[in-house]
């Protein structure tokens, strides 16, 4: 696959799911993470959030802009790390744009509080593990590997590999 290639297959992957763990680094140096619900993804590697601004999140993130981050997705037989930095934004037309009532039963005041902001996650890399196939091909791997005796072979069952975004 070229790179074009691998962009899109991570952007397949995380376009559906709707929580991922953000991590990053505290005031005290700890890495800390925190579900989030994704807003966007642009898929050029942009991933967007929105939080409130005192959270200690944001306070942590504001503090080391840009933050370095991670930003993991889980799903089925897919996971994603993506790998970046973080920054506060204050836009309120995107958080007009990107509001909902899955926002509006987590926050206070709509995308008109400005203590609600954005978290921009600038992706550099990104590595997927993705398991094609149906849930009944894999447990055919599974059971055929101990009828038979032999280990598992990850390169059959599992699709990993590292992107530069």
């Given at each position: 696959?070229?790179?074009?290639?691998?962009?899109?297959?991570?952007?397949?992957l995380?376009?559906?799911?709707?929580?991922?763990?953000?991590?990053?680094?505290?005031?005290?140096?700890?890495?800390?993470?925190?579900?989030?619900?994704?807003?966007?993804?642009?898929f050029?590697?942009?991933?967007?959030?929105?939080?409130e601004?005192?959270?200690?999140k944001?306070q942590?993130?504001?503090?080391?802009?840009?933050?370095?981050?991670?930003?993991?997705?889980?799903?089925?037989g897919?996971?994603?790390?993506?790998?970046?930095?973080?920054e506060?934004?204050?836009?309120?037309?995107?958080?007009?744009?990107?509001w909902?009532?899955?926002?509006?039963?987590?926050?206070?005041?709509?995308?008109?509080?400005?203590?609600?902001?954005?978290?921009?996650?600038?992706?550099?890399?990104?590595?997927?593990?993705?398991?094609?196939?149906?849930?009944?091909?894999?447990?055919?791997?599974?059971?055929?590997?101990?009828?038979?005796?032999?280990?598992?072979?990850?390169?059959?069952?599992?699709d990993?590999?590292?992107?530069?975004l």
């Amino acid at each position: 696959m070229s790179t074009d290639d691998d962009t899109r297959k991570v952007a397949e992957l995380i376009k559906d799911i709707r929580v991922a763990m953000l991590t990053h680094t505290d005031s005290s140096g700890r890495l800390v993470s925190h579900p989030m619900a994704t807003q966007e993804v642009e898929f050029d590697g942009d991933v967007l959030f929105i939080a409130e601004r005192d959270s200690h999140k944001c306070q942590d993130i504001a503090a080391q802009s840009p933050a370095k981050v991670n930003v993991a997705y889980s799903s089925g037989g897919s996971w994603v790390s993506l790998s970046g930095t973080a920054e506060i934004v204050d836009d309120r037309a995107k958080l007009e744009e990107l509001w909902s009532t899955f926002t509006d039963a987590w926050m206070e005041g709509g995308p008109e509080n400005p203590n609600n902001v954005l978290i921009r996650v600038n992706a550099d890399s990104a590595e997927f593990w993705d398991t094609p196939g149906s849930k009944a091909t894999q447990v055919l791997n599974f059971v055929k590997a101990k009828v038979t005796g032999e280990r598992l072979d990850d390169g059959d069952l599992v699709d990993n590999r590292v992107v530069d975004l």
